[in-house]
């Protein structure tokens, strides 16, 4: 069975860059979640769906971040204008459509900013 | 989802069982311990969790205290492998998402 996917692995860029982050999840999980992980800490939640709705992005900042799930499959989260603040490790987790199943996580995007 | 308190590193030697201490002191009726491991480079990855009962598996032996205010990872022959972060979570049967703190920083010498 393959696992989440994410791309890129690594990025890199100069403060008021965009990125985009690609995550392509198990098949058959209905619910997606982004976190972000700066160094040294635990990954810190920004949003989730289940299918194609946003379930929580009271985490996202909204004035630069967005994040969809269009037909409820992959995701993409972008950042629109990056600041130094936004350098940490992205990861996207998928879950079977049923409470208090386990998380399944990619490896990550690897974001820096300069 | 109630908050956990776990020790920011520890350390053993290969071979060696390992326990890994959970305090959740305000833990719910209906909350799950979870535990997720972590190495470098890598997404966090399924351990165990458990409800009232201590469970184990291929990977881990989870004890839940009566009271259900804490829980313990047990490790036995840890290897080198082991060594990663180790978070302890608590989670609803609401099908919320996850809550990660820093976890424990788990090193295993030759």
């Known amino acids: 069975e393959a696992g989440v996917t994410q791309s890129p692995r690594y990025a890199v860029l100069q403060e008021g860059q965009a990125v985009s982050f690609w995550c392509d999840p198990i098949?058959?999980?209905?619910?997606l979640y982004w976190y972000q992980q700066p160094r040294d800490q635990g990954p810190q939640l920004l949003v989730y769906f289940r299918d194609e709705a946003v379930i929580d992005n009271s985490q996202l900042p909204s004035d630069r971040f967005s994040a969809v799930r269009p037909k409820g499959t992959n995701s993409t989260l972008k950042i629109q204008s990056a600041k130094q603040g936004d350098t940490a490790t992205y990861l996207c987790a998928s879950s079977f459509p049923f409470s208090n199943e386990r998380l399944f996580f990619g490896h990550g995007t690897k974001l820096s900013v300069l | 989802d109630a908050k956990t308190t776990q020790p920011d590193s520890m350390e053993s030697t290969e071979g060696e069982t390992v326990h890994l201490p959970c305090s959740h002191a305000t833990i719910s009726g209906n909350e799950y311990i979870y535990w997720y491991r972590q190495v470098p480079l890598q997404g966090p990855e399924y351990v165990t969790h458990g409800l009232q009962q201590n469970t184990t598996n291929s990977m881990a032996f989870l004890a839940i205290a009566s009271d259900r205010k804490s829980s313990t990872l047990i490790l036995t022959h840890v290897s080198l492998r082991d060594a990663a972060v180790y978070h302890c979570i608590l989670r609803t049967n609401n099908n919320n998402a996850p809550r990660f703190g820093a976890g424990t920083k788990l090193t295993v010498k030759p």
């Open positions: 098949s058959g999980h209905d619910t």
